[in-house]
């Protein structure tokens, strides 16, 4: 098995093993002797090469955030199938995301549309400042996710490309 | 702040009847909240109103009666004056309290909550009219005979424009007259330059907006933001409650605000709050409101405008006083007169408030979203939490992205900063990322430390704002977390026989 998690936009890839006492990880060439307790409110304390760490966790999905030195963090746990599909097709430019939360002002496109690279899809607003989202390439839009007025998070798939033949 | 036993004590012999029995907050967040708190602890009963999307908000559990309003989007909601001033009548409340942005400081819905027979917990709609227009409210401060920023418009008299921009002094600004977003705009520091910039600015202006014509106005280096709380009763009573700066912000938003300012000596002190006071006089003003001023760094300071609401960051001013800024506001609602003197307000030690936002300060303060799994605000002595969010909640796109305001308090700034900076730390939020790290980085700053900033700093200084590479020894510890807390490792981990386990380490 490969595991993986996506920590600060870099893939980070991590194996877990039993040891007698706790757990192993290891990353790359190094392996570290660690344990979690866990307790009430998110408390949990981590063993990791015979030191301990007190810290917050809370899971949602397949994100861990982790409160740990006064900091807090958030892991995505990347499943091995979705990277290797992901290898594979390298398709990126077939999904518009949003770039940062926001909402919708205008929608200027509907699926079935063909589009030119740079003409404009989609008005959004966020931070009191409108932005405008471009065609990433020419195509064909198979699908537009949200209506003007509607709310979405950042990486919200806003709408896609039909597949470049 | 709450209110205590012997303040309730005070006010009951203040206000022995309250005109309004109930007081209805046109607001959300933790400004709802707050005010609530002291509408509560008055034995008024308060009421919000919330649309859908706040519905399991701390203001909504928190108040005695929640109207629900609607609206195309839920900004629109809270911004729509009949509804609100409908939902008052409906639940019977005598007065609205507007918090801040939203219906705040609109001259229409203070009118519109008067004519329906409810106090308005603010200003006249009068004063909201002059300080709400910038030129209006530059030109009646000017006339008070108080310092407004030196400037000359060529439009006046073409004729004697640079004669006129001259005395204006180095260094300068020129702007073009139809310009915006900084375009066509000149720095003049000598003024024998004066004539050949303003050409230059006046074809830029001509080739930018098709318009050629200019105005001038004094340049402030590196200025400061400090302004100044006042209360009137608008029976002609005045009083400052000090000076608050404000200087650290990012895109022209405030981030830190703190009091006293490390910039000011008594003398300047005593100078800056008696000119907002007297500002404020000179209209007569009625409610709690803020006087906003740019201060150079030798020492002149200009008029910039006056907000006439309750501030974001009153707190800090009701740490260090001990006055509570919404109390005294519904006081003045109920037609009391101030009952103190200028004198009688002294304030003690330091407090800074940091503004927890929804965002990435790394990705240049874009905001954030998310789920909060987990919140556990900071405690202790001289910390203050002031917040609009519950565990259990959700962060979206719909709001302002201000969850929070942590107001510490020290007994000076020294200690008010190393007390913050154990609050920062020991303030736990899941699930959404906040800018709490970036402001223990932005305190550990020297230049913060020795309270040496302007509102340029933030942007002089992007480096703060930079997320730090992670160590070795930290990422160790969030893979161990990591993997321990995922299922599907664990099963895998887990499912391997203990033999093997004993072996040694495996490899794949």
Known sequence: ?165 | MTVNRQTIDTVRARVPHWPFSSVLVANRGEIAVRVLRTVQALGLKGIVVHHAADRSSPAVRMADAAVEITGATPVAAYLDAAQIIAAAKASGAGAIHPGYGFLSENRAFCEAVEAAGIRFIGPTPAQIDLMGDKVRARNFVEKAGFPVAPSAIEDDDPASFIERARKVGAPLLIKPSAGGGGKGMRIVRDLALLEAEIERARSEGQRYFGDGRLYVERYVENPRHIEVQVLGDGQGSVVHVFERECSVQRRFQKIVEETPSPALDDAKRREICETAAGIARSCTYRNAGTVEFIFGQNGEFYFLEMNTRLQVEHPVTEQITGLDLVLEQLCVAAGEKLPYRQDDIRSRGHSIEFRIYAEDPARGYTPTTGPVLVWQPAQGEGIRMDAGIVQGGEVTANFDPMLAKLIVTGSDRDDAIARADRALRDTVLLGCKTNTAFLRRLIAHPAFVSGDVHTGFLDANPQIAADPPLTQHTRDRLLAVGSLMTRPMRDVADSVPDMHAAMGGWRN
């Open chain 1, 1 to 165: 098995m490969h595991h993986a998690f996506k920590l600060e936009d870099q893939d980070l890839n991590v194996e877990l093993s039993r040891a007698r006492d706790g757990y192993r990880v290891h990353i790359g060439e190094r392996v570290l002797a660690v344990d979690l307790r866990t307790g009430a409110d998110g408390r949990a304390w981590l063993t990791i090469d015979g030191e301990h760490h007190e810290v917050v966790v809370a899971t949602r999905g397949d994100d861990v955030f982790v409160h740990l030195d006064g900091a807090a963090y958030q892991l995505r746990y990347r499943h091995p199938l979705d990277r290797l599909a992901a290898s594979l097709h390298g398709a990126a430019e077939d999904s518009v995301r949003a770039p940062m939360p926001g909402s919708i002002v205008a929608v200027h496109v509907r699926p079935g549309d063909a589009v030119t690279k740079g003409q404009v899809l989609l008005v959004m607003e966020s931070m009191k400042m409108e932005t405008t989202v471009t065609a990433p390439r020419d195509g064909v839009i198979q699908t537009v996710k949200y209506e003007k007025g509607q709310t979405f998070d950042r990486d919200a798939l806003l709408l896609s490309f039909e597949p470049s033949a």
